[in-house]
């Protein structure tokens, strides 16, 4: 990688380090991780246009994140989800017609459209009613091509409910958690999955569930639980159907879970992913890849578990409170990367 260097006049090789940031938007100190590059040379920081993209675009997800903003992913799934344009949905709301156009190109929406594209993607029947109650300001076929996705929603809800008695240990796992730990997001669920599943094979020998992770760029994923709340983005997911159906663990099971709840549950779900980035089954599970490659390899429970047995020995643990040691370990490493 090859930058100019003002102090060097010269053309000069860098490096980029990660950093912690800190910048104030509308009163609101937003704190998120960013990079700089450094001269090879003199060490002088270089400007990259690149890096700064980088930034902008870290900056702006964490400052969707921390305001519970909807982000340009979320939009688009509503528009996929229910098979219409961004210009008849801005008009089926009452907005400008170019109002969610201008959301798709990265303007910022007040908190008041926001929660209301949120309701949008998390309840069809509200998505029904605003099509039936303002159909007359859109197109016949933008109307019929929507009713016809919401039909297809409908048919499938009635599907899962079928099958819902028969769901995975997973997702008891993920209600209980869900029921348990407040203002969880997608990305946090997947770590504390993670640390359950890790943890409870340490001091009850087997795993939680079947279920493979894999090495997502974000730290572990279960594949069949991101699909299920992705539609959540970056916001708290609100699945109130776990708090009407049986959650089928025993005492050991929900003990395990309570202590992770409690020792990783207190982190945000980016504190958790870069938790995760510092340990050895995600590393060595994505060996040659940069920090930056999608991939699906799968990381290995045998790894996991040889992990985790070592830092059990490292730590004393003699039961699941003293899961708080590796966490407040974890967390004071991750702080001063």
């Given amino acids: 990688?090859?930058?100019?260097?003002?102090?060097?006049?010269?053309?000069?090789?860098y490096s980029i380090r990660e950093e912690r940031k800190i910048k104030i938007?509308?009163?609101?100190?937003?704190?998120y991780i960013g990079k700089e590059a450094y001269c090879d040379e003199c060490g002088s920081d270089l400007f990259v246009h690149e890096i700064r993209d980088s930034n902008l675009e870290m900056l702006d997800e964490a400052f969707r994140e921390q305001t519970k903003l909807i982000t340009v992913p979320i939009i688009e799934n509503i528009l996929d989800k229910y098979d219409i344009g961004k210009r008849p949905l801005s008009l089926l709301m009452g907005w400008g017609e170019g109002t969610l156009t201008r959301y798709l190109n990265g303007d910022m929406p007040t908190k008041q459209y926001s929660d209301i594209l949120i309701r949008l993607l998390n309840n069809p029947k509200y998505m029904s009613e605003i099509l039936e109650e303002n159909k007359g300001k859109?197109?016949?076929?933008?109307?019929?091509?929507?009713?016809?996705?919401?039909?297809?929603?409908?048919?499938?809800?009635?599907?899962?409910a079928l099958t819902y008695e028969s769901?995975?240990?997973?997702?008891?796992?993920?209600?209980?958690?869900?029921?348990?730990?407040?203002?969880?997001?997608?990305?946090?669920?997947?770590?504390?999955?993670?640390?359950?599943?890790a943890f409870?094979?340490?001091?009850?020998?087997?795993?939680?569930?079947d279920n493979?992770?894999?090495?997502?760029?974000?730290?572990?994923?279960y594949r069949d639980i991101y699909y299920k709340y992705k539609e959540y983005g970056y916001n708290a997911i609100e699945d109130n159907t776990s708090k009407f159906c049986d959650i089928n663990l025993d005492k050991a099971e929900e003990e395990l879970l309570d202590s992770i709840i409690i020792n990783f549950g207190c982190y945000s779900g980016k504190i958790l992913e870069r938790m995760t980035h510092i340990e050895?089954?995600?590393?060595?599970?994505?060996k040659e890849l940069s920090n930056y490659d999608s991939s699906d390899r799968i990381i290995d429970k045998k790894i996991i578990n040889e992990y985790f047995n070592s830092i059990k020995n490292k730590f004393e643990m003699l039961n699941i409170a003293d899961i708080k040691d590796y966490s407040a370990d974890l967390f004071s490493k991750v702080q001063t990367l």
């Fill in 212 to 221: 493979d992770c894999e090495a997502w760029i974000h730290g572990p994923v």
């Fill in 1 to 13: 990688m090859l930058q100019f260097c003002e102090k060097c006049n010269d053309t000069v090789k």
């Fill in 138 to 160: 859109i197109t016949e076929h933008a109307y019929n091509v929507c009713k016809k996705a919401l039909d297809r929603i409908d048919g499938e809800k009635c599907e899962m």
């Fill in 25 to 31: 938007i509308k009163g609101r100190k937003i704190e």
């Fill in 280 to 286: 050895a089954p995600w590393n060595i599970t994505r």
């Fill in 200 to 209: 409870y094979k340490v001091f009850n020998g087997q795993f939680l569930f």
């Fill in 167 to 197: 769901s995975e240990k997973i997702d008891n796992v993920s209600k209980y958690i869900l029921n348990n730990c407040s203002d969880i997001t997608p990305l946090a669920l997947q770590k504390l999955l993670y640390y359950a599943q």
